[in-house]
C-alpha cells in the first residue's frame, strides 16, 4: 500500500533510507527545515541548508520514485536570538517560488522562552504575508502542554490563519484534543522510544478517531527509524483495521492537507 510521509529529515538519513522506503510503499514525503545537531553560527548556513532542501533531496529522493517536498524556516532550536532569526527569516522569501516548497515550518517553540515565542509569531506573519501552509514543532515532555497552548493562542492571533491550513506535529495523548478542537490538522511523530510510539500512535487513532490525524517518522539525527509509518500500518492490521481506514490515516489525509497547496501533486 502507498504512503506519505508528511515529516521526515532526509538530509539527516543516508540513500539507502530512499532504497527501504520505497520497497516499503512510500510515494512522497515532506521534509522541514530542522536543528543541524548544532547550532549553525551564520546566516548563510541556512542559505545554503535551504539550497540543499530546494535542490539536492528532490534528486536524490526522485532516483526512487519518491516525491520530495519541503518547508522552509529557523526552528525553534536557534531562534533564541532574535536578530540572527530575523537575519534567516529574510532569506526565506526567495526560496518560496521553488517548486517543491509547501509552505513554513517547522516552526514553533522548544523551551517556550520569549525570544522563541516572538520568533514564531514573525513566522506565522510571513506564512499569511505570502500564503504559506504551516507545519507546527509542538516541545518535549514536560514543557508539551504548555507549549502547545501558546502556539495555538499564537496562531489564533493572526486572524488570517485559517485553521485547517496548519498541520501540529508532535501531538501524544494529552494534547491532541486541544489541536483537533482549534480545527488544525495533528500529526503524531514516531520514535522507538521517545514521542509517540507506532503502538501509542494506534491507541491515540481508536480514542480520538482518524478525522484530521496524521503519522510520521521524523527520521531525524537521534534514534529514529524512517519506517515508522509503515510499522504503523502492521500495527493497525495486527489490531483489525481495515484497509481503508489504514490508507486514509498513511495515504488520504495527509494528501488532503498537503493538497492545500498547489505545488503538491495529487498522486493516486
Request: with cysteine.
Amino acid at each position: 500500500m502507498s504512503y506519505i510521509d508528511p515529516h521526515i529529515h532526509m538530509v539527516s538519513r543516508t540513500t539507502d533510507d530512499y532504497q527501504r522506503m520505497a520497497q516499503a510503499g512510500c510515494v512522497a514525503i515532506t521534509e522541514p527545515a530542522f536543528w543541524a545537531g548544532f547550532d549553525r553560527s551564520s546566516a548563510q548556513g541556512f542559505f545554503d541548508y535551504f539550497t540543499q532542501l530546494t535542490h539536492f533531496e528532490p534528486r536524490r529522493a526522485a532516483a526512487y520514485g519518491i516525491d520530495h517536498y519541503c518547508w522552509l524556516c529557523i526552528n525553534p532550536k536557534e531562534a533564541e536570538d532574535p536578530v540572527f532569526a530575523r537575519e534567516v527569516i529574510g532569506l526565506i522569501p526567495a526560496f518560496l517560488d521553488r517548486p517543491n516548497v509547501l509552505g513554513i515550518g517547522e516552526i514553533g517553540l522548544n523551551k517556550n522562552s520569549r525570544n522563541e515565542l516572538a520568533v514564531l509569531e514573525e513566522q506565522i506573519a510571513l506564512a499569511d504575508r505570502f500564503g504559506q501552509l504551516i507545519l507546527v514543532h509542538t516541545p518535549h515532555l514536560e514543557d508539551k502542554l504548555k507549549g502547545t497552548r501558546l502556539i495555538l493562542d499564537a496562531l489564533r492571533r493572526n486572524a488570517r490563519i485559517r485553521p485547517e491550513r496548519v498541520l501540529i506535529d508532535h501531538v501524544e495523548e494529552h494534547t491532541v484534543s486541544l489541536v483537533l478542537d482549534r480545527g488544525h490538522w495533528a500529526g503524531m511523530t514516531l520514535y522507538p522510544d521517545s514521542k509517540c510510539t507506532p503502538q501509542r500512535a494506534v491507541d491515540i487513532l481508536e480514542m480520538f478517531g482518524q478525522e484530521h490525524l496524521c503519522v510520521n517518522s521524523a527520521g531525524d539525527w537521534g534514534h529514529s527509524d524512517p519506517l515508522s509509518v509503515p510499522k504503523t500500518m502492521l500495527e493497525m492490521r495486527r489490531r483489525g483495521h481495515g484497509q481503508s481506514l489504514i490508507r486514509q490515516v498513511t495515504f488520504d489525509n495527509p494528501r488532503r492537507f498537503l493538497s492545500q497547496s498547489a505545488r503538491f501533486r495529487k498522486r493516486g
